[in-house]
Nanobody, 126 residues
């Protein structure tokens, strides 16, 4: 069964950092682009970042550009999201997802992702 499991969330003070981890199982990891998304209460799920299947290309949403860094290690079937300079507005449930389509340009679109993890909570207090 294709599965993604996130970890690394927690509670952190404004300005702090967290590193989220997304571990895959049951799928051929290097055939998928990996994206990170978040959803805060009462808000739509938001695209944050994506990394191509080779790891050579990345996208970032405007709200996290210059603060978050996405990466992956195909040998470990794992993707990461390093989050720096965290703010209370970053409080949300964070999800990783896998995009199996061949068009990298579509990797910013939430509708393109067909395998999702259950999420990990990130809370930033001031």
């Amino acid at each position: 069964q294709d599965q993604l499991v996130e970890s690394g969330g927690g509670v952190v003070r404004t300005g702090g950092s967290l590193k989220l981890v997304c571990v895959a199982s049951g799928l051929t990891f290097n055939l998928y682009d990996i994206g990170w998304f978040r959803q805060a209460p009462g808000r739509e799920r938001e695209f944050l970042s994506a990394v191509s299947r080779t790891g050579r290309e990345t996208y970032y949403g405007d709200s996290v550009k210059e603060r978050f860094i996405i990466s992956r290690d195909n040998t470990k079937m794992t993707a990461y999201l390093q989050m720096n300079s965290l703010k209370p507005d970053d409080t949300a449930v964070y999800y990783c997802a896998a995009h199996g389509g061949l068009n990298w340009l579509r990797a910013k679109n939430i509708q393109e992702y067909d395998i999702w993890g259950r999420g990990t909570q990130v809370t930033v207090f001031s």
